[in-house]
């Protein structure tokens, strides 16, 4: 049974090209989280989804950041013209319906150049 | 709202040492509390975790207590290893209303044990 699959490990981009991060969650996990980590801070929630849902975005920035989770396929995290401020780890979680028993992928390193 | 503050660090320790890390935080209602740990490069992983007021999670030999009167929940252990060097991040989630699976962090204490 994999865990939480994340895509790419590092992913470095320009500033202005866009950043797609995929996250790949738990079989039989259908709530996907989004967390990002700037140096030295802890973890901040960014968007919480389920298939087809957004259920609570209130931690993504109000511009350029996106997230979708399709009836199939991953969950993408999209980043348009990206800026040297958007370095940072994000972490994708998932978990059962109805249960915080969270498992967090090994993470996205972007790296904005 | 929901906040989480760790002791600061970071904490140098040696080998076979005593650990604490104070946890405190703020929420409405009756949140679950964790203790997640990250190793260099990885995602994180939990280590324990208590769900209501005087419940003790343990796991390899790290403990916690949920203390709903000091709302704190110090990690310890009795006695480290090299291969406890990590980040240890405290978290909580506000099970109910609009925060139900959405983990509030705090900043996160790196420990680094010497032999």
């Known amino acids: 049974n994999a865990g939480v699959m994340q895509n790419p490990r590092h992913l470095v981009r320009r500033r202005g090209q866009e950043a797609r991060l995929r996250c790949s969650p738990m079989k039989g996990h259908s709530h996907v989280y989004w967390y990002r980590q700037l140096p030295e801070e802890g973890l901040k929630f960014m968007v919480y989804?389920?298939?087809?849902?957004?259920?609570?975005e209130s931690g993504m920035p109000k511009e350029r950041f996106s997230a979708e989770f399709p009836k199939e396929g991953p969950s993408i995290l999209r980043i348009q013209q990206v800026v040297r401020g958007d370095s940072a780890a994000y972490f994708c979680?998932?978990?059962?319906?109805?249960?915080?028993?969270?498992?967090f992928g090994s993470g996205t390193r972007l790296t904005v150049v | 709202g929901n906040s989480v503050t760790q002791m600061e660090g970071p904490v140098t320790l040696s080998e076979e040492a005593f650990l604490t890390i104070n946890c405190t935080y703020t929420a409405t209602g009756y949140p679950s509390l964790f203790w997640y740990v990250q190793y260099p490069g990885e995602g994180l992983q939990l280590l324990l975790k208590a769900t209501k007021a005087d419940d003790k999670g343990s796991n390899k030999g790290f403990e916690a207590t949920y203390r709903k009167e000091t709302t704190s929940f110090h990690l310890e252990k009795g006695s480290v290893q090299v291969s406890d060097s990590a980040v240890y991040f405290c978290?909580?989630?506000?099970?109910?209303?609009?925060?139900?699976?959405?983990?509030?962090f705090g900043q996160g204490t790196i420990l680094t044990v010497h032999p």
């Open positions: 978290a909580l989630i506000n099970a109910g209303g609009t925060s139900y699976g959405k983990l509030t």
């Open positions: 979680a998932s978990s059962p319906p109805g249960d915080i028993r969270y498992t």
């Open positions: 989804l389920q298939k087809e849902n957004i259920i609570d």
